[in-house]
């Protein structure tokens, strides 16, 4: 009688294959098999082989720092200068943004006073349907607490009859400063100098003192209307931007110097006996220094087109200009195009004005 044989216990686990088709997929079982433990043969193997990949990983980046390949250097003359341009640029924009947070902190804003921007034909069919034309004026009453510049945007009106204005009751905004930048400053002291001994009086108290108006005017989006200016503006500065068949008058009592306007169209700027911005009237018998009178005197502008200023003395017309970027001599350079070339408009040594670019 044949002998039973069995598989000795020391045998290696046998090995399961299945077909499907012409293909044949073959598992190897994980265990032991007599003395020897595979699970932990193949765990040692992945360890050493993470090893030897993590040393190689290591003596790459080394490699990488020791030639400077890293990241940490520039490896041409052109990305160091685009490396200098990125980071010049995101110093930029954290100036802005701080700029922009002071900024909105003192901005009002005042939006649709004459109401909401409008389609031509809208506007057409207004202006037929409207009689009387609207008034706005801007009070310290229309300021939050704070608020020291003034920004109208995002409005208009049927005709230039509607009229925004911003009052001399703004002119009676107070704000505060130091009297003195200098106060609290240290003075250096020096060996075996005599005036190391001499005690100042020491004010813990720091002076202020006021100064009364607006600080800044902007205009942005204000179109078919027109708006008088008849307060104190510290700062003197008016923006204008993206407005259309706008009139400004500025009057004698504003101190509007420098004027910045871009992409404007169909506008017109009024000096009604305006002071120059160095006006330094005291006393009745002082001389009026008016606007243009003095090279400070000037007005900003870009991609405007037919843009009339006008400067009246005691109500009569004494000098007109009309501006036109294109009409002007406005080129493209580089990537700045023909909207972005500057000019400037100033009265000239014989009072007439000038534009330049």
């Known amino acids: 009688m044949a002998a039973e044989t069995n598989p000795p216990a020391s045998t290696p686990q046998t090995l399961e294959t299945s077909t499907s088709g012409d293909v044949e997929t073959t598992a190897k079982r994980s265990g032991k098999a007599g003395n020897i433990d595979y699970d932990q043969w193949d765990k040692v193997t992945r360890n050493l082989v993470d090893d030897v990949e993590q040393e190689e990983q290591e003596e790459k980046e080394a490699s990488k720092k020791a030639l400077g390949l890293d990241g940490k250097y520039a490896l041409s003359h052109a990305e160091a200068e685009e490396r200098k341009k990125a980071k010049d640029v995101k110093k930029a924009k954290k100036v802005l943004e701080r700029y922009q947070k002071r900024e909105s902190a003192v901005r009002e804003e005042l939006k649709e006073l004459l109401g909401p921007v409008k389609g031509e034909d809208e506007a057409a069919a207004e202006t037929k349907s409207s009689e009387e034309p609207k008034t706005v004026r801007i009070t310290r009453d229309m300021m939050d607490a704070g608020k020291r510049v003034v920004s109208i945007a995002d409005t208009s009106g049927a005709s230039q009859s509607d009229t925004i204005v911003l009052t001399s009751d703004l002119s009676l905004l107070e704000s505060r400063m130091k009297a003195n930048a200098t106060q609290g400053v240290v003075p250096k002291e020096y060996p075996d100098d005599a005036q190391n001994e001499v005690k100042e009086n020491d004010e813990k108290e720091e002076k202020e003192r006021k100064i009364f108006g607006v600080i800044k005017c902007f205009l942005s989006n204000v179109h078919n209307c027109t708006v008088l200016i008849k307060c104190k503006v510290i700062s003197g500065t008016l923006e204008l931007s993206h407005c259309t068949n706008v009139v400004v008058k500025i009057e004698k009592d504003a101190t509007i110097a420098t004027i910045q306007a871009d992409l404007c169209e169909d506008l017109t700027v009024m ?87």
């Open 271 to 357: 000096f009604n006996d305006a002071p120059s911005g160095k006006n330094t009237q005291v006393l009745p018998s002082q001389k009026r220094v008016y606007w243009g009178e003095d090279k400070e005197d000037r007005i900003f502008h870009a991609g405007v087109k037919n843009m009339k200023v006008q400067i009246f003395r005691d109500g009569f017309l004494e000098t007109e200009r009309t501006c036109d970027y294109r009409k002007d001599g406005a080129k493209a350079i580089g990537n700045a195009t023909e909207e972005e070339f500057q000019f400037v408009t100033s009265c000239a040594v014989d009072g007439e004005l000038v534009t330049e670019a």
